[in-house]
């Protein structure tokens, strides 16, 4: 089965520090994809940013930066220059066809 | 380009009226995919379709829980009776499958149920 696990239910940054959050998973796939979902109090569900299982590179997009460690079925992201705006709760979703979510981590911005 | 589209934003209902949310998914996606959200259990899938077959609706809490996708731009996600458990936030989801894989989902606003 399925299982994605995020063990920090609250994390805080101060404005312009970077942070890090955590996530592992356990899956008998061979091939899948890992992403993060931010949810602003708006409750809109962001996609952040993809990792394709597959692929050794690890993924950017701007800011926000991913460690993915295969073998160790890990996958933390990385927010660099926090913004204020990035306060929300972050989600973390493993998965082929459906995905299975953790629990989320909820990022608050210190200013 | 519009985005997933969910109706209504917000439902209250009372308990053992018949509820139906609506989907209507990106242009060109043929993935669908029906979430709730609770503080609980947090964001649980609920049932998805691939090109408007259901695949897998092992997350349907129970038979009053049931869901369609007469066609490739709408999806309805239907409670009957509806309890006040059923409270929560619904989001219906789309992506483009691709071979074995489906790529990101994106999200429609969701909508609040509320029983009483």
């Known amino acids: 089965a399925q299982t994605v696990t995020q063990s920090q239910p609250e994390m805080s940054v101060q404005e312009a520090e970077t942070v890090t959050l955590s996530c592992t998973y356990d899956t008998s796939e061979s091939d899948y994809y890992l992403f993060w979902y931010k949810q602003p109090p708006s409750r809109q569900m962001i996609l952040v940013i993809r990792?394709?299982?597959?692929?050794?590179q690890n993924a950017t997009e701007n800011r926000f930066s991913v460690n993915f460690q295969k073998a160790a079925k890990s996958f933390s992201l990385k927010i660099s220059d926090s913004q204020l705006g990035d306060a929300a709760m972050y989600f973390c979703?493993?998965?082929?066809?459906?995905?299975?979510f953790g629990q989320g981590t909820r990022l608050t911005i210190n200013p | 380009d519009a985005g997933v589209i969910q109706s209504p934003r917000h439902e209250v209902t009372e308990m053992g009226q018949e509820v139906t949310l609506r989907c209507k998914p990106i242009s060109g996606h043929n993935s669908l995919f029906w979430y709730r959200q609770t503080m609980m259990r947090g964001l649980e899938l609920l049932i998805y379709f691939n090109n408007n077959v259901p695949i897998d609706d092992s997350g349907m809490p129970e038979d009053r829980f049931s869901a369609k996708m007469p066609n490739a731009s709408f999806s309805t996600l239907k409670i009957q009776p509806s309890e006040p458990r059923d409270s929560a936030v619904y989001f219906c989801?789309?992506?483009?499958?691709?071979?074995?894989?489906?790529?990101?989902?994106?999200f429609g606003p969701g909508t609040r149920l509320t029983v009483t």
């Open positions: 990792q394709e299982a597959y692929k050794q």
């Open positions: 979703a493993q998965g082929a066809q459906k995905l299975v």
């Open positions: 989801a789309s992506s483009l499958r691709g071979g074995r894989l489906a790529y990101e989902q994106y």
